[in-house]
């Protein structure tokens, strides 16, 4: 029997008390939030129900989220706000208002909010994480080792003989399947994880036979635990829940990274005993050791690191592929441009103009983040003439500004041409065309990315014709159906068949 609490000769069950006093602090929150709704200054939105807000809205829009938040912006504006649990959440959908938040309010929206599920203690991932971390001295110089020692001209050139296997190896792999179905993501995937893999610790991670067998091995695992991570948490939501695991992500996402990290970890110990790389030529692992990072930081980087710079690749090069193979027209002109670079003796991908704008098209139709990772406002501050409360969380939707017909000319078609014929770029002054973020936030590995994606994708090309199994035209037979998972990918993985070229 529930204990008794007696008032005036009443007699209450102490749990109806408790119960009812969270249910006032809920109340409480739905009010606040509510009265915020009515200030003029927030920016409009459909109307919360009580206690959960926007969730049912969501939870309909949640295969496509990115689709559905277009849609709520062409009904209540580029800028809209949203209160999914007791949180507020604020989203952009045209380059003026993201111009605003990234740069013009850059400092005080840069903040970050840490998934409860995150494996770290929240004190330690500001020692710890280039993507979490608040913008603090310690991010700074993570910043700065990043661009001098992983991401910087020289850095890269270092590489080119690792590159150059891998590309090789990718080549040579290809050739070996000749006729056989082959899952470019897969294939392209891999190639990028061993190219990280050997700047950050001097060698391969997976196998491509392996992969394309179907064992994703610590690529899979990666996968596995950014998925825990971006699952809906209550406890992200309610912040009565915070010390509570309640759908034991918590503990899930720990055992993830807790099984990734035994793959290098003896890397790292042999690497403090010996002094020196397998290569014996200095990678990123000799640049953390030399600046004292622990165990545990370079973990955490390394983790960041790989998950976020091989699906991105692996997407961007499948999109790109795959729109070629829909527009036989495009696919001509790299041919002719890659041709024309070998006799040149010259073969330069990064001065490759028409690759390089077929790349920038697919990544302005199919952004690999197409909402970005969330900012947090670090204070109250205004956006486009209304109030972004303090701890809201702010996405830009990339993919909506990416389609918008009032920014781009028939935006639904694929046109490298309009590339061409423009001086936008990627490197996040375009507010227009953001795909790798801009302001303080924006990629580190952008100067990785804009090497590795046409490298790969000119490889693939310049050796091999493809085409679709069974005989398929690629110009009407080819699902070209988005899937919203950790980044936009094909609904139906892109399946070609090579065969080598002369």
Known sequence: MAPLLQTEGNYFPLTTIILCMILLIIIKHYFKFSFLRKTPGLPPGPTPWPIVGNIPHMIKGSSMPHVFLTNLAKTYGPLIS?????????IASSP????????????????????HAFPIPYPEINKSSIAWSECNDFWKNLRTLLRTHL??????????????????QLVEFVRSKEGEVLKIADLVSATAFNLLGNALLSRDFLNLDDVMNGDGGLRGVMREYLATLAAPNLADFYQIFKNHDVQ????????????IRAVWEPIIEQRRGSGSSYSGQKDYLDTLLQNGFSNDQINVQFLELFTAGTDTTSSTVEWTIAELMRNPESMEKVRAEIEDGIKEEDLDVLQLPY?????REALRLYPPAPLLLPHRALETTQVMNYTIPKDAQIMVNLWAIGRDPSVWEEPLKFKPERFLESNIDFKGNDFEFIPFGAGRRICPGLPMAIRTIP??????????????PF????????NMKEKFALSIEMEHPLELIPKPRQ
């Not at 690759?355 to 790349?359: D, G, L, P, R």
């Open 471 to 478: 005989g398929k035209d690629p110009r009407s037979e080819l």
């Open 248 to 259: 034991g992500l918590c503990k899930k996402s720990r055992d993830i990274a807790d099984k």
């Open 96 to 115: 003026e208002a993201a111009m605003e938040i990234l740069k013009t309010k850059d400092r005080i929206l840069s903040g970050r909010y840490v998934p």
């Open 151 to 168: 991401f910087s001209n020289n850095a890269m050139e270092s590489q080119a003989q690792v590159w150059e296997k891998s590309i090789t």
């Open 355 to 359: 690759v390089q704008a077929c790349i």
């Open 455 to 468: 490298l790969i994708l000119v490889s693939l090309i310049r050796f091999f014709d493809w085409s679709l």
């Open 82 to 90: 949203l209160k999914l649990g007791t949180k507020c959440w604020i």
